[in-house]
Every structure is written in C-alpha cells, then in structure tokens.
C-alpha cells in the first residue's frame, strides 16, 4: 500500500489528539508506543519493517508529545521480549530497569530503530507502566499500560492498512457498593 508523508501524519496527528482528550494526561506521564511498520504498508507484522514511515510515526509522536511534557516508550517486537526505548532520564527518573541491547530492523523494529535514531539520550528498558498508548498494527501493548486499562477509540481505527487501538488508564474503584467516586 502506498502511503504519503503528509497524509500519514495528519492521520495519525489525529489518532493521537483523540487518544490524549481521552486521556487526560499531564506532564511526566508516559505514552506507549507499539507499531508494526509491515502492517501499515500492508504486509504481515514483523515481514515488512519500513524504516522511513518509523521514522514518520517517531516524528509525528514526538511533536504532539514532547511540548506537552508527556515522554514516549517505543515497545519492540517479541524478539527484544517487548522491551521498550525511552530517554534514559525518564528510564532514571521512574527507576525503569535499563537493559543491553540495540533495536535492529528484524529485532526491535522500525520504530524502535527510528527512537533511537530520534531520541537524545535513548536506552531500552525491560518493562514500564505507562498511563496510555497507541496500538498500531495489533502488536500488544496491554502488558506495558497501567491497570485499570480503558479503551480509547480514535475516529479512524486504521491507520495505512494496520488495525489501531487505544488505551487509557484510570484509578480502580474500590470499596464495594457503599463506596463512592468521582
């Protein structure tokens, strides 16, 4: 499938404004990312990684995320065991368990590639609990949300020919039937 710049940002400009009005997010929250780049251009997850829409996707990402102080956590593919590529100050800052590897394009993926590529200071970490993300491409992002998990579901739920997907999350509710909340 053929898939322009302008039009894929604006797409997923879009995605992400509806999934951050759901969301309620604030300074410091962290967004997770997991996206299959062969999905988006039509082909099967993990068989058709294309570097230059990652590097769309990471660019897009970052410049609705960073001014409004909210970091990214790019997730990679089953090959890293999902670990995910931050900035190493919020690795540091939320005590996130740096591990030892590069994101190739066959292990990580190309948004993983594209995060380090784009990133200051990026390190991968095995896990985060994060308080939303985008799901592109049906790579599983659930285990890296916080609970309680929410579905968001943005205006367009494809994005190139990948499925999307979102999730927020909220406090639980506790207390039973005598309790009350906000």
Not at 106 to 126: I, K, M, N
Not at 155 to 166: D, I, M
Request: with cysteine.
């Amino acid at each position: 499938m053929e898939v322009t710049k302008d039009s894929f940002k604006q797409q997923l400009t879009e995605m992400v404004s509806d999934i951050l009005s759901e969301a309620n997010l604030k300074a410091g929250d962290l967004f997770v990312l997991g996206c299959s780049t062969s999905e988006i251009v039509g082909g099967h997850i993990g068989k058709n990684s294309n570097a230059e829409i990652g590097q769309w996707v990471i660019e897009t990402l970052k410049e609705q995320l960073d001014p409004l102080g909210i970091s990214l956590a790019v997730q990679g593919c089953e090959h890293l065991n999902r670990a995910l590529v931050v900035e190493r100050s919020v690795a540091e800052k939320k005590d996130f368990e740096i591990v030892s590897v590069i994101p190739a394009l066959h292990a990580g993926g190309a948004c993983s590639v594209a995060a380090f590529d784009q990133f200051s200071d990026p390190v991968e970490v095995e896990h985060v609990v994060a308080q939303a993300g985008i799901d592109i491409g049906d790579t599983a992002i659930g285990m890296h949300v916080k609970h309680v998990q929410v579905p968001v579901r943005p205006r367009s739920n494809t994005l190139g020919s990948a499925h999307v997907t979102a999730l927020r999350s909220r406090p639980k509710y506790i207390g039973g039937p005598r309790a009350q909340y906000e």
